[in-house]
C-alpha cells in the first residue's frame, strides 16, 4: 500500500478531530515549509522519523546505458533521507510472520 497525501489528510481528519479543510490545510502547510527548507539547503529533521538533507553532487563522468557513449553528469543537488534510530528498530523490531 502507498500512503498517499489524501490520506495523510485523512489521517490528521481522524485523530485531530480538526475539520477536513483545516487538516488539508495542515498538511499542505507542513509540505510547503518543508520542500522552502530544502530548497534552501537546510536540513529537515523530525524527532523519531528520520532527517532529510540536499547533498552536492559534483559533474562526472557517466555513461548512456543505451548507446554506451561516455558523457559528462551535470552538476546536481539531490534529497537524501536518513531514518532515525527510533523509527529503524521499529521497523526491524515488526513481526513479519
Excluded: H
Excluded at 557517466?62 to 528498530?89: A, H, W
Amino acid at each position: 500500500m502507498t500512503l498517499k497525501k489524501e490520506d495523510l489528510i485523512s489521517g490528521v481528519f481522524d485523530y485531530t478531530g480538526m475539520t477536513k479543510t483545516e487538516s488539508r490545510r495542515a498538511v499542505e502547510t507542513l509540505f510547503e515549509i518543508m520542500k522552502e527548507t530544502l530548497e534552501r539547503g537546510e536540513e529537515v529533521k523530525i524527532s523519531g522519523f528520520g532527517k532529510f538533507q540536499v547533498k552536492e553532487k559534483k559533474a562526472r563522468r557517466g555513461r548512456n546505458p543505451r548507446t554506451g557513449t561516455d558523457m559528462t553528469l551535470r552538476e546536481r543537488r539531490i534529497l537524501v533521507f536518513r531514518t532515525s534510530p527510533v523509527l529503524r528498530e521499529k521497523i526491524n523490531s515488526r513481526d513479519r510472520s
